[in-house]
């Protein structure tokens, strides 16, 4: 089983709408949590950490779950340029190291 | 302004030649990682050094070689000894920290072909 899981897509979403997707992690003594945002052919850019109880900016709402180990992401009122890889990550324990899940692509159309 | 920088963009390697990609940060962090990402799938950690002089091996260190000897600097080798090593190759940076939020930051990427 792979540390951290996602499903990798796409996801197709109608611009406007509401899309939601989790991401599972294998490691229940994982200390931190985050979604990154990837562009094609670019770097990954960190779009929110997650916190216990929940947060939210803007458009786009986190959720953890320690119970069931996994993480979520919602984005609201979609635009085209959500169109994207979103990165599940994961630190561990001890120390900075951070493990990555494969992905999740959305594509926002008209 | 504040960033990471990695150098090439694109570099092309040919067989049995050995390659440097450079990265270099002025966010005075003193943790750097070098990642490998093929094409859908996740980043996996290549080396990482959280103070000049030292470095560890990360997940797939085979092939690899590194050196950190500034703060600012930690450039990649690719050896003839890696023999598959077309990839996107991202460079990041990190204060190192207790605080559980603290996340890394990416430069722009170098993109490895072989001929």
């Not at chain 1, 949590?33 to 052919?41: G, I, T």
């Amino acid at each position: 089983r792979k540390e951290v899981e996602q499903d990798p897509g796409p996801f197709n979403v109608p611009e406007g709408a509401t899309v939601a997707f989790n991401c599972t992690y294998s490691n229940s003594a994982s200390q931190s949590f985050f979604w990154y945002r990837q562009d094609c052919r670019k770097e990954p850019k960190l779009l929110m950490s997650v916190y216990s109880s929940g947060n939210e900016d803007g458009r786009f709402t986190a959720q953890l779950n320690r119970a069931s180990q996994y993480i979520s992401l919602l984005i609201r009122d979609s635009k085209l340029s959500d169109s994207a890889t979103y990165l599940c990550v994961v630190r561990g324990a001890a120390g900075n190291k951070l493990t990555f899940g494969g992905g999740t692509r959305v594509l926002v159309k008209p | 302004d504040g960033g990471i920088t990695q150098s090439p963009k694109y570099l092309f390697r040919k067989e049995g030649q050995n390659v440097t990609l450079s990265c270099e940060q002025n966010l005075n962090h003193d943790a750097m990682y070098w990642y490998r990402q093929d094409p859908g799938q996740g980043l996996r950690l290549i080396y990482y050094s959280q103070i000049v002089n030292d470095f560890q091996k990360g997940d797939i260190a085979e092939g690899y070689s590194v050196s950190r000897e500034k703060k600012e600097s930690f450039p990649l080798t690719v050896t003839s000894a890696q023999k598959n090593p077309t990839a996107f190759y991202l460079c990041a940076s990190s204060r190192i920290s207790t605080r559980t939020q603290e996340t890394q930051y990416f430069g722009p990427g170098t993109r490895l072909l072989v001929l």
